[in-house]
């Protein structure tokens, strides 16, 4: 039996097309007529017409109405169908009263049958929460769940609306799936810092999962470097990035004549064991896809890496210019197979956002950033949030999985703001965003197979 017809039963009414159940409450099934309206009236008493009744036009009883406008919902989506506006004003309406459980059933048929916009997903599942059913409306949500429509038509997508994420993170947490919660609320928070009770929801769900909060910015995360604070033979020329473990500068290489990026490290030697490692790393997984580290110096804390003239990913989306990232293919792919290289390397990256992908042109994008980088299956440490996947959160070990719910944001980011600017052809790249951020069984399972869903 199919998740849709377990959750029609639940309502405990029959969508058009099924066999209507008898009710043992003796509550009118949909499209019967109520009880009052076939029944005579008590004791014998007959109504009598008023005498200008045959004068006047017939007209349906309110009621009626309210069965035409839902029944109406069954057509949703279809373009002969109520609109998106419509639909939300008759669920609005039917809330609390005795339709509404025919309503959702009406709207659920529909889902089996076509694509429905989000907002009237979002009110369909926010009406089945409130009925109890908070498994029944992440279905809805969720949209994984819904069967293909007829004639092949894709199936629905998880929403990715603020409300949808909002309420899709509620209903985790209520379900006691606390790493999901929060991993909804934080792509929330990415988007939309300020979005109502976002910022005390992460708080709270966190401070419950047990995670640390962040450490309190020491004096040195401040401190700006002047161009002779420490000894290299590079002179600063001014900062251009700054994160948890350091900030970076442009800076030029007096000897070569070259510039570079000079990330410091905010311990000033005290994260002697950290640098060695970054640079490392970055150094064993040299080639495409993956940033150039010139000269690094453990003592006094500091990495030399190659200039990126075009900055990030993230700075690109600040500075207004998303459109530089259409066609998504272009920069997506490559990562992809970056992503793919350092998996069969063994590691994983676990840093996987915005800013961590360099742009040496839009074509050629290059991941940087290797201070979280570990083998796969070691104990994972730290990350940033609303990039940081909900399995890793739950204290999963390192996995490559974690990688693709990074680059699934990253497309999301873009994406986000693509469609605002009315770019089309996207939607295969949000149905890939949304399969890196759902659930873990249903992801790609590593760069590789990453690769392969990107082309």
């Known amino acids: 039996m199919s998740l849709w017809r377990r959750l029609k039963e639940r309502l405990g009414v029959a969508a058009p097309g099924d066999t209507a159940p008898a009710d043992p409450d003796g509550a009118a099934q949909p499209g019967a007529p109520e009880a009052d309206e076939r029944a005579e ?40 169908g109520p609109s998106t506006d419509e639909v939300i004003a008759a669920l609005r309406r039917a809330r609390g009263t005795l339709r509404e459980a025919e309503a959702v059933a009406h709207l659920v048929a529909a889902m089996e049958e076509r694509v429905l916009p989000d907002p009237i997903r979002v009110a369909c599942a926010d009406l089945l929460a409130a009925r109890g059913d908070e498994q029944g409306a992440l279905s809805v949500l969720e949209g994984a769940s819904a069967p293909r429509a007829a004639g092949g038509a894709a199936r629905a997508q998880p929403v990715s609306s603020t409300e949808g994420l909002v309420l899709a993170a509620d209903l985790y947490a209520s379900l006691g ?66 994160g948890g473990g350091g900030a970076v500068y442009e800076a030029e290489d007096e000897v070569l004549g ?88 063994g590691y994983v990256h676990a840093d996987v956002k915005p800013a961590n992908v360099l742009l040496r042109s839009l074509g050629e994008p290059v991941l940087t950033d290797f201070g979280l980088a570990r083998l796969r299956g070691a ?45 089309e052809g996207l939607a295969a790249w949000k ?4 399969r890196c951020l759902g659930p873990d069984d249903e992801r790609p399972a590593d760069g590789a197979a990453l690769v392969r869903a990107a082309c």
């Open 258 to 345: 070259r510039r570079v990026g000079f990330k410091v490290y905010h311990g000033r030697g005290g994260d002697r064991a950290h640098v060695t490692r970054e640079a490392r790393l970055a150094s064993a997984l040299a080639g495409p896809g993956v940033v150039r580290v010139f000269d690094a110096d453990p003592d006094e804390g500091w990495i030399a890496l190659e200039w990126v003239a075009r900055g990030s990913v993230r700075d690109v989306l600040r500075a207004g210019d998303a459109a530089a990232l259409a066609p998504v293919a272009r920069w997506a792919r490559p990562l992809a197979r970056a992503l793919a290289r350092i998996h069969e390397r």
């Open 379 to 423: 104990p994972s440490a730290g990350g940033s949030p609303g990039y940081v996947s909900p399995e890793r959160l739950a204290g999963r070990p390192s996995d490559p999985r974690d990688d693709v719910y990074g680059y699934g944001r990253v497309l999301e980011d873009v994406l986000v703001r693509l469609e605002a600017l009315g770019v």
């Open 431 to 434: 149905e890939l965003s949304l």
């Open 177 to 242: 799936q606390l790493p999901r919660a929060i991993g909804a609320i934080e792509r929330v928070l990415v988007r939309e810092i300020g979005a109502p009770g976002a910022r005390e929801r992460h708080q709270r769900w966190r401070a419950a999962l047990g995670a640390e909060r962040p450490a309190a910015a020491r004096v040195d995360d401040v401190t700006i470097v002047a161009p002779s604070a420490v000894k290299t033979p590079f002179r600063l020329l001014r900062e251009v990035a700054r």
């Open 41 to 80: 009236p008590a004791r014998g008493a007959r109504r009598s017409a008023p005498p200008d009744a045959e004068a006047r036009p017939a007209r349906k009883p309110a009621r009626n109405e309210s069965v035409d406008e839902i029944a109406r919902l069954r057509s949703a989506g279809a373009r002969d």
